[in-house]
């Protein structure tokens, strides 16, 4: 049994994790960088250390001193949460080493599915379809043009070592061939220290389509369904959705089967999502299996009634999965919408900042998964990730509804957001009609932009409003005016009384 779990993160999936810990009774040890002392994670803790600067590699990253302040704190386990240390490898030898549980997969099962290469080899073996191309890294050009010749163009060069697109080109032709190889094995050298490289068929317009697998520790394996993440912009999921409206029941079968065979023989525990590229005629290829926890859980939570941080925990602890495949029970549609601090209309540029207001969607079936507050920081030295919106209806058309309301209403001041474009691509007509793919953002991304007239109105309208109501929020809210001027008064540091549902007396650890 977990008693206590130090959370090895920050941001909204912080704050899901101690959520999960607080309802099942676990006392939660939050971590900090300097940029973070006031984050939301560090006020709903039991307890928080400090855990060095804000630079992620001496903070978030640093093995050593998260395993440290485990031990510290005693703590009997790690949640690592999603990005970071996630899918390292080394850090889960290494909590295991301290004698620590890590709420993740074994060491090897991440090694397995880290290298793509390794990853297509387990999926061939258990006979589920991989895109046609190399198992093997290739060797020369030469050989690259055999195999490229072989498959058929368009191709696609892949790093071994890659995964969400890094070192990844589309080869139309053989010219184009050699340029892209040399480009690939650098861009790959650069991110991930080996610059291996295989190749597959080009895949047209597809569907990013995963699916959710739970893992015990004594053999059994189950999923729990799809989710459509096609609505992408450089491979940053922005909206995500449960189930797909393109999966029919005999797909969703056979893409859970085959998820669960891959996890199988992966030798997984926990939760893991197997992610599928699907074609227009619904043949579905597996491309590679994240190892964690993932950004846009919550939907299929919504859908299926099970709470997925609640089972990594009993699973981690040891118990055997209290769920067996044939009590999945799906009902309905969620969609989640995930709200960065960004400006989607200046090139998408991070923007970091003070949240002056702050006042997320509520009401029925409206579930607002943040890890911020009025008055916090999003820092410039992490992911842009301000909450995640997630709503439930009964069928899609309902939730799409909902969703629409739900952005209407959600507010946020003293960073750009990207709520406005989230707004526009829900009520985009192939949106709607369910037409996705992983090209449709890109495709209709200039239709979203304001139109310069509107923009215009939209400015007198708001310097008339602000000289007229001159200092009152009004100003604030109505966003298009320079930074410095949408940003309240400093209010100061959250007092402690804003300190979130932890126990009393907990001030441990060096604040
Ligand atoms: C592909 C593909 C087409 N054909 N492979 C992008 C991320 C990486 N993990 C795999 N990716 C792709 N692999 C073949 N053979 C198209 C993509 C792709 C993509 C995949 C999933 C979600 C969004 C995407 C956006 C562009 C390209």
Redesign the pocket.
Known sequence: MIRKVLVANRGEIATRVIRACREQGIATVAVYSEADREALHVLMADEAYAIGPPAPAESYLSIDTLVGVAKASGADAVHPGYGFLAENASFAEACASAGLIFIGPPAAAIRAMGDKTSARRIAREMQVPT?PGTIEPVRGDDEARRVARDLGYPV?VKAAMG???KG?RRVGAEAELEGALRMARAEATTAFGDGSVYL????EE?R?IEVQVLADAHGHVIHLGEREC?I?RR?QKLIEECPSPFVDGPLREKLGEAACRIATAAGYVNAGTIEF?VDRDRNFYF??MNTRLQVEHPVTEMVTGIDLVKAQLRVAGGAPLDIRQEDVRRHGWAIECRINAEDPFAGWMPSPGKITGFRPASGPWTRDDSGVYEGSTIPRFYDTLISKLIVWGPDRDAAIARMARALAEYKVTGVRTTIPVLARIIDHKDFRAGALS?QLLERILPELAPSAGRFESIAIIAAVLAFVAAGSRAYATLAPAPDHATRAPDRGAAPSAWRLGARPGWRAGGR
């Open positions: 895109v696609m995964g969400g697109g990844m597959e068929r080009y895949v597809p990013h096609s992408q491979h590229l491309l590679e992983t």
